[in-house]
C-alpha cells in the first residue's frame, strides 16, 4: 500500500466528486488533544481514508484509524501498551447549518462533521475518533502488575523509619533556635 502526504485539511467537496482516498500516518505528537491522555506520545496513527457520496448524494467519508499508545497503568503507574482502533463513516456537512438540515432529514443515527470555508479538517476527525476509543482506565494485564511499586515503597519505609525525618528537622530547628539566642 503506498503511503500518501497527509493534508490536514482537505477540500471535502472536490474529494467525494473524485472518489479520492488517502493512506497515510500522522505522529502522535501532532495529536495535542490525544496526546494529555497518553504517558508519552512517541509513535504514529495509521489511517485509510474514502471520500464519496451516500445514496442521498451527500458527502461520505469513510475509513479506519488505528495508533499503538502508551498510557499510564492506573495500578503502577508505568506506561502500558494501548491499542486503539476506530472505523467509522461520517457523512460532510458544507457548514454548521447545513449539518442541521441533514440531522433534521435523516435523524440523529447519521454521525456528521461541518466543514469550515469548504475545508474539513482531518486532523481533527481522527483525533476525534481516537480520543472516543481510548479505555476509560488502563491498566497492565498483570493484576500484580503494583507488587514492584509496593516492594519499593517497602524498602524505602525500611531505609527511613517512620517519624526520623521529622525529628532530623527539629533538631535542625533546634540549632537554629540556639544560634539566634547566641547572636541577640
Ligand atoms: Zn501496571
Known amino acids: 500500500m503506498s503511503i500518501d502526504p497527509f493534508p490536514e485539511r482537505v477540500v471535502a467537496r472536490k474529494m467525494c466528486q473524485r472518489n479520492g482516498t488517502i493512506n497515510s500516518s500522522i505522529p502522535l505528537g501532532k495529536l495535542q488533544r490525544l496526546s494529555e491522555y497518553l504517558h508519552d506520545n512517541h509513535g504514529q496513527a495509521e489511517f485509510c481514508l474514502s471520500f464519496d457520496s451516500d445514496e ?3 458527502d461520505r467519508l469513510s475509513g479506519t484509524v488505528h495508533a499503538t499508545v502508551k498510557m499510564q497503568c ?4 508505568e506506561a502500558v501498551t494501548v491499542e486503539l482502533a476506530s472505523e467509522f463513516i ?7 447549518a447545513n449539518a442541521r ?3 433534521e432529514q435523516f435523524g440523529t443515527e447519521l454521525e456528521v462533521v461541518s466543514c469550515i ?3 474539513l479538517d482531518l486532523l481533527a476527525v481522527l483525533e476525534d475518533e481516537l480520543i472516543m476509543d481510548l479505555p476509560i482506565v488502563a491498566s497492565h494485564d498483570d493484576d500484580n502488575c503494583s507488587d514492584r511499586l509496593n516492594q519499593l515503597k517497602q524498602s524505602a519505609e525500611k531505609a527511613v523509619p517512620k517519624g526520623q525525618g521529622n525529628i532530623q528537622g527539629l533538631e535542625q530547628l533546634a540549632a537554629l533556635k540556639e544560634e539566634l539566642k547566641k547572636k541577640t
Request: net charge negative.
Open 117 to 119: 470555508e469548504d475545508q
Open 101 to 103: 438540515e441533514i440531522a
Open 56 to 58: 442521498n448524494g451527500i
Open 90 to 96: 461520517l457523512r460532510i456537512a458544507e457548514d454548521e
Open 74 to 77: 492506573q495500578r503502577c503507574l
